[in-house]
């Protein structure tokens, strides 16, 4: 059971846009940053978004983060076949004095 | 270019020990802190541990306490991960990553991960 709460999956067409959603507490998301993170088969995982909202060089601004409340969500516009991948949010939690990350959410793009 | 190679996973028994490694380059390794995050089959991330740049202290996820110990070398830029006492539910692919803490705490470079499998 992940500490933070992502759907299991989405789906979208080709050219199309999807959000993904991560839902959390105060004792996390609420207080603090919230980061994403793509994994690819076979590969080191990547950051896409980091401090909420900002996205590392190289990171195509077709990536986005926001976050309000206890609750961030990544959203991805002009979906290509390549970001077919597992997602995960990511943030300190002050309570459990942990790192948490959500379950990850699986993006197909049909 | 920021580069981090783990090693050293592979099949170990209930019970057994085995030592993971990290090697980093691209960058000053001994200013940041590192991280060690699994993620088990079908299952999502979960940080581990993480260990400060000088090396003096350490935070580990309550499942592994007392179990698993992550070291550094600065002098030959490697991460450890030495891990006793292993259980099957510490199954995973294990990933070494690099922690940035300026503002929030995020891993932005990861390596590409080793598996390990506790199976009798």
């Known amino acids: 059971q992940s500490v933070l709460t992502q759907p299991p999956s989405v789906s979208a067409a080709p050219g199309q846009k999807v959000t993904i959603s991560c839902s959390g507490s105060s004792s996390n998301i609420g207080n603090n940053y919230v980061s994403w993170y793509q994994l690819l088969p076979g590969t080191a995982p990547k950051l896409l978004i980091y401090d909420n909202n900002k996205r590392p060089s190289g990171i195509p601004d077709r990536f986005s983060g926001s976050k309000s409340g206890t609750s961030a969500t990544l959203g991805i516009t002009g979906l290509q076949t390549g970001d077919e991948a597992d997602y995960f949010c990511g943030a300190w939690d002050s309570g459990l004095s942990v790192v948490a990350f959500g379950g990850g959410t699986k993006l197909t793009v049909l | 270019e920021v580069q981090l190679v783990e090693s050293g996973g592979g099949l170990v028994q209930p019970g057994g020990s085995l030592r993971l490694s990290c090697a980093a380059s691209?960058?000053?390794?001994?200013?940041?802190?590192m991280s060690w995050v699994r993620r088990a089959p079908g299952k999502g991330l979960e940080w581990v541990a993480n260990i400060e740049g000088d090396g003096s202290k350490q935070y580990y996820v309550d499942s592994v306490k007392g179990r698993f110990t992550i070291s550094r070398d600065n002098a030959k830029n490697s991460l450890y991960l030495q891990m006793n006492s292993l259980r099957a539910e510490d199954t995973a692919v294990y990933y070494c990553?690099?922690?940035?803490?300026?503002?929030?705490?995020?891993?932005?470079?990861w390596g590409q991960g080793t598996l390990v499998t506790v199976s009798s």
């Open positions: 990553a690099r922690v940035r803490k300026e503002s929030g705490s995020y891993r932005d470079y």
């Open positions: 691209g960058f000053t390794f001994s200013i940041f802190w």
